[in-house]
């Protein structure tokens, strides 16, 4: 019985972690900007902030299908959405063009952009996780 458990925990756990990697590297597509390279060359603190936010944005509802899913497929069903919303709202927000473009503001390292950016994923995924709860 404990061995099953402990296989349970970790082929949840090793997917969960899987998720959050395929979002690392999603996420740095569907954004118009190289995030590594704004994050590791050129220390950019608001791309740092906006994606950091982004990846709370997905854990947050994560945990919430870790927690409520009733077996493996539906969490993976879920962990999937989660993931999704996430890169949509990502999309949708770094390709605002004008005067309220994240995109050249986070470029620039504009750091209150970036947080309002991380915060935003964070609320998106309070949502999202709210939502699974049904």
């Known amino acids: 019985m404990f061995i099953d458990s402990f296989l349970a925990f970790g082929l949840f756990f090793l997917t969960a972690f ?27 603190t608001a791309a740092a902030i906006g994606f950091g936010g982004a990846i709370l ?5 994560l945990y919430s299908a870790l927690i409520s899913s009733v077996s493996y497929g539906d969490f993976l069903i879920w962990a999937v959405v989660a ?12 390709r605002r063009k004008g005067t309220l473009s994240f995109e050249n503001k ?17 609320s998106i995924g309070l949502l999202n996780a709210g939502s699974m709860s049904y």
């Not at 944005?57 to 509802?61: A, K, M, N, R, Y």
């Open 18 to 44: 899987l998720i959050v990697v395929l979002f690392l590297y999603l996420y740095a597509l569907v954004t118009p900007y190289d995030d590594y390279k704004l994050i590791f060359e050129e220390n950019n």
């Open 57 to 61: 944005g997905l854990c947050i509802p």
């Open 83 to 94: 993931m999704i919303i996430q890169l949509l709202f990502a999309f949708a927000v770094t």
């Open 106 to 122: 986070i470029i620039e390292g504009n750091v209150p952009v970036g947080t309002l950016m991380g915060f935003l994923s964070i």
